[in-house]
């Protein structure tokens, strides 16, 4: 699987919280844009899980952390996230 390194730029979360849009790369100007989806036929501990990489990725912006963001290659939907 892909992954795209680099400082979160920008989040945008919906309010009903079923979608995150996360700019991610070394500067704003060089961004992956991906997403996190959590549809409602989501089983309980997958939304919860989604929704700690949502909050992992918040943290990531506000305090200037590195992440390490997994994708498929064919899509932006995150499947990880790690901060360093």
């Given at each position: 699987m892909p992954v795209t390194t680099g400082?979160?730029?920008?989040?945008?979360?919906?309010?009903?919280?079923?979608e995150a849009c996360v700019f991610v790369?070394?500067?704003?100007?060089n961004v992956e844009i991906l997403v996190v989806v959590r549809?409602?036929?989501?089983?309980v501990h997958t939304g919860a899980f989604?929704?700690?990489m949502v909050d992992a990725?918040?943290?990531?912006?506000?305090y200037?952390?590195?992440v390490?963001?997994?994708?498929p290659s064919t899509d932006g939907r995150i499947l990880s996230v790690q901060m360093r």
């Open positions: 400082f979160v730029q920008q989040l945008f979360i919906d309010s009903g919280a079923v790369g070394p500067t704003p100007a549809p409602a036929s989501d089983p989604k929704n700690s990725l918040a943290l990531a912006l506000a200037r952390r590195e390490v963001v997994e994708h």
